[in-house]
């Protein structure tokens, strides 16, 4: 039996694992009493929590993906049991690929257990390489990029507490995945060859969603944060189109006015700043 926690509990009723039929006990959260105290939201409309005297730190965001202890196929929950038998084959094809891969970042990972930062991280780099095969209807571009996004932020997390480890670098390379998918993912909805309905929920957090306007925010955001510099002509061709993303957020009139704040304010700066870059005497979205 898993030890217990007061955080988490696990599901009396498990899920049968549908590429290798291994029984799944998905982790929970508990919630209540004081276990999650909200703290700030970030640039990257990342929720903090402020520890607990008594639970101490809480990381929502390890839970969401189940992954099978013995095949590793991750999924969010969601998804995990309804992946199209075409996509389970080749899931199950590239197991030996996910172990190696996986037993390289975080040796010790023990998904039968209450999970850990690392297991939180390997839990989002599974479910990328599983998405892969997943059908457009499942949206899988934009579950690849929340999936690579959550990643980057555990690992600053992961960072913070064993800073000679390099999770920053492992960080900044989920960030890069990120902004990949981020940038196909609109493209997708934009011409209809990857439609966002596939997705309950387009996060990029757990506590709100923010929906498309934050899918076209975090793009922007991304590609002038995350985005190649080597080349300047390239560099300066996906700052055009991230500055003209992320002005589709303002809209025009009155229709803005009902957008969140943490948007209309980031989005703002952000487009500023991308502005500025590229040398643009017009700084203002909404002009």
């Not at 998905?26 to 999650?36: P, W």
Request: charged content about 30%.
């Amino acid at each position: 039996m898993p030890a217990r926690s007061e955080l988490t509990y696990f599901l009396k009723q498990p899920v049968e694992c549908p590429v290798c039929e291994t029984k799944v006990f998905r982790e929970e959260m508990r919630t209540g009493r004081g276990r999650q105290i909200a703290g700030n939201l970030t640039r990257e409309l990342r929720r903090n929590y402020e520890p607990s005297k008594q639970y101490g730190e809480v990381f929502p965001l390890i839970y969401p993906v189940t992954v099978c202890p013995s095949c590793y196929y991750a999924a969010f929950a969601d998804d995990f049991a309804t992946v199209p038998e075409d996509a389970q084959d080749k899931i199950h094809d590239d197991t030996d690929m996910r172990h190696e891969l996986l037993d390289a970042l975080f040796p010790s990972l023990d998904f039968s257990e209450p999970r850990r930062l690392e297991e939180g991280v390997a839990s989002y780099v599974l479910a990328t390489m599983c998405y892969e095969h997943f059908p457009k209807q499942f949206s899988p571009i934009f579950k690849a990029g929340l999936s690579q996004l959550r990643a980057a932020w555990l690992c600053s997390d992961l960072h913070a507490k064993q800073p000679n480890e390099n999770y920053d670098y492992l960080g900044a390379v989920f960030y890069r995945k990120a902004r990949f998918y981020y940038s196909r993912a609109v493209e997708g909805e934009q011409d209809g060859t990857q439609p966002l309905t596939g997705a309950k929920t387009l996060g990029p957090d757990m506590d709100k969603n923010y929906g498309y306007d934050g899918v076209l925010y975090l793009s922007g955001l991304l590609e002038f944060e995350y985005g190649p510099r080597s080349d300047t002509e390239k560099r300066r061709l996906a700052l055009d189109r991230a500055k003209r993303t992320v002005a589709r957020i303002f809209g025009h009139g009155r229709a803005s006015k009902n957008k969140p704040a943490a948007i209309l304010d980031n989005a703002r700066e952000v487009y500023e700043a991308i502005a500025r870059e590229l040398g643009d005497t017009k700084v203002d979205p909404e002009e």
